[in-house]
């Protein structure tokens, strides 16, 4: 079988290796589709901070199991999986305490150990679930970043009956606004400069999209929501000026949720956060829960995930799949890769 490693950034090339012998309590899974997001494009830079080469990439995974082993029960062979990429060591104080999601030693698959893009992939059953044949594979390997926007929302606690400010449209603000309305939201704004990622935001249901760089933000939150604004915002870019506009356009007390991975430390204005009270809470990745809550959605019909595919690549052309991104800059939500 085939493994596509990253020996440099930039760099991918195809090995032919044997295929893993699932141990004791490991499924094996042969790879469908694997989703590539905003941190693998950063290991194809070399900007990743966490990762080091060679490295095998995949965390946004959907796949058929093919074989399990012997301690394996809740799983059979055909059952359709997604996998959770996190590698826990069950020992120190979160891990004990019921936040493994920021386990001190975690190691996520795609980054610190090697991920899933291969034909086959090797994975210990509980970091595996169960998949209905009504989830098609593209939001299969969706799920993922699909459970990252329900734990965000989660940090900020209940959004039902609320209104929710969604800063950034790319795949991880979409999803964030659509899980928001999912959840109950009563209204959810999302915004973003680029055109394109707003109208796809549009069309999954999000009640206003704005382009800051065409209309006052501000004016845009007190129409649609009132003079009280919003009741939770997100940040979802990871750059200073949103999350500048998230401090300066909050209510007084309000949670302010950073979802967006920042490559460069942002100026921010630390007297609003203290004279308005504001809460600015941190979200990494997500747990089981967001996981069965992501699924629950899809299952429900309450999230448009199709929408949100740009591009699928074969297994041998990973390397055009981030080409492409490169190349769209921006004008590309989702980008997958699609196996035999
Ligand atoms: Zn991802
Ligand atoms: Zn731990």
Do not use: W
């Amino acid at each position: 079988m085939l493994q596509a490693i990253m020996t440099k950034p930039g760099v991918i090339v195809y090995k032919e290796i044997e295929k893993p012998k699932p141990k004791g309590n490991e499924v094996l899974i042969k790879i469908k589709r694997i989703g590539i997001c905003g941190s693998d494009i950063h290991v194809y830079h070399g900007t990743h901070p966490f990762t080091d080469y060679p490295i095998v990439q995949g965390h946004e995974v959907y796949g058929e199991i093919s074989d399990i082993g012997h301690l394996v029960k809740d799983f059979s062979i055909g059952d359709k999986v997604t996998i959770m990429p996190q590698v826990t060591c069950g020992e120190c104080y979160n891990c004990k305490n019921g936040k493994y999601n920021i386990c001190d030693s975690l190691k996520v698959m795609g980054f610190q150990i090697n991920g899933a893009a291969q034909d086959y992939y090797a994975v210990p059953d509980k970091l595996v679930i169960k998949l209905s044949e009504n989830i098609l594979p593209e939001e299969g390997a969706m799920i993922e970043p699909t459970a990252v926007a329900v734990h965000a929302l989660k940090r900020g606690g209940s959004v039902k009956g609320k209104n929710i400010l969604v800063l950034g449209s790319g795949t991880i603000g979409n999803l964030v606004g659509q899980v928001a309305k999912g959840l109950g939201a009563k209204k959810v704004i999302n915004s973003d400069i680029i055109e394109f990622r707003l109208n796809i935001a549009k069309q999954c249901g999000i009640d206003l999209t704005i382009n800051p760089m065409k209309y006052n933000l501000e004016k845009a939150i007190i129409k649609e929501f009132g003079e009280n604004k919003a009741d939770m915002i997100l940040e979802c870019v990871g750059a200073e000026t949103t999350v500048s506009q998230a401090i300066s356009y909050a209510r007084k007390g309000t949670n302010i949720i950073i979802v967006g991975v920042f490559s460069q430390k942002p100026k921010i204005d630390m007297s609003l956060i203290q004279d308005r009270e504001l809460n600015i809470i941190g979200t990494l990745m997500y747990q089981k829960d967001d996981y069965l809550k992501a699924i629950e959605l899809i299952e429900e019909g309450k999230l448009l995930l199709k929408n949100l595919v740009t591009k699928i690549f074969p297994f041998l052309e990973y390397q055009n799949a981030y080409r492409y991104i490169e190349k769209k800059n921006g004008l590309a939500m989702k980008v997958m890769v699609t196996f035999n």
